[in-house]
C-alpha cells in the first residue's frame, strides 16, 4: 500500500513538473494544453505520465539548465543561417535555347521545253523549302483556238492556288479540250521537280 501510495505522490509530482516546465517560456516548442478529462489514463486509473521533453524518467525533475535551452531544428540551408541571412528557396533558371525558326529558301526551277502540236511550252516553278508555291507555264501559245486551251491549262494548274500547288506533284487531271497542252505541261513540270 505505501509502494502504490508512493508511486502515485511521485507520478504526480512528475506530472505537475512536466506541466509547469511545458508553459515556462524558452522552454521549446510550446503543446497544445490537454485538460484534465482527456488526459491519457494508466491501467491505475491515474492518469499516464506524459514523456519527459529532455528525456528523463517519469516523476524525475528536469534541471532548468536542461529545459532553457531550447533544441535547435536541422536547417537545410546552414551556411545562411550561419551568416545571420534569411533562408530563401531559389530554384535553378531553366536554360536558355535560342530557337529562331529556320530561314526557309525560296528558289524557282525551271523545268526543260516540252515541244507538242501546238508548239513547246515550259513550267517554272517556286519552292519554299520542299513545299511548291507557285507554278506557272512559259511560252504557251497565244491567241486563236490554241491560245484558249493554253489559257484553261494555265488557269487549272498555274499560280499560287493552282493544282500544282494543290497537289504538290505532277498527278494533275487532265484539262478538258486540252489533252496535248496538259500532256506538255505534266512532263516539263515533272522534270522541273526531278531538278528541285
Given amino acids: 500500500m505505501r509502494r502504490a501510495l508512493l508511486a502515485i505522490t511521485g507520478l504526480a509530482a512528475g506530472t505537475t513538473a512536466l506541466v509547469v516546465l511545458k508553459g515556462a517560456p524558452g522552454a521549446g516548442q510550446a503543446t497544445p494544453d490537454v485538460p484534465a478529462a482527456l488526459a491519457p489514463v494508466a491501467p491505475g486509473g491515474s492518469a499516464a505520465p506524459e514523456p519527459s521533453p529532455t528525456g528523463s524518467a517519469p516523476g524525475v525533475t528536469p534541471s532548468p539548465r536542461a529545459s532553457a535551452k531550447p533544441t535547435p531544428k536541422p536547417s537545410a540551408d546552414r551556411s545562411a543561417a550561419s551568416r545571420g541571412g534569411t533562408r530563401t528557396r531559389t530554384t535553378p533558371a531553366a536554360p536558355r535555347t535560342t ?8 528558289r524557282t526551277v525551271t523545268g526543260p521545253s516540252v515541244t507538242y502540236e501546238y508548239g513547246s511550252l515550259q513550267v517554272r516553278i ?3 523549302g520542299s513545299r511548291i ?4 507555264a512559259i511560252g504557251l501559245p497565244l491567241g ?14 498555274s499560280g499560287t492556288s493552282g493544282e500544282v500547288v494543290a497537289r504538290q506533284s505532277a498527278n494533275l487531271s487532265t484539262v478538258s479540250g486540252a489533252t496535248y497542252t ?3 505541261y505534266k512532263q516539263s513540270l515533272q522534270a522541273a521537280l526531278d531538278k528541285a
Avoid: E, F
Avoid at 133 to 136: E, K, Y
Fill in 126 to 128: 517556286t519552292l519554299s
Fill in 99 to 106: 530557337t529562331s525558326a529556320p530561314k526557309v529558301t525560296t
Fill in 133 to 136: 508555291v507557285d507554278a506557272t
Fill in 144 to 157: 486563236g483556238q490554241s491560245g484558249q486551251r493554253s489559257d484553261d491549262v494555265q488557269a487549272r494548274y
Fill in 182 to 184: 496538259s500532256t506538255a
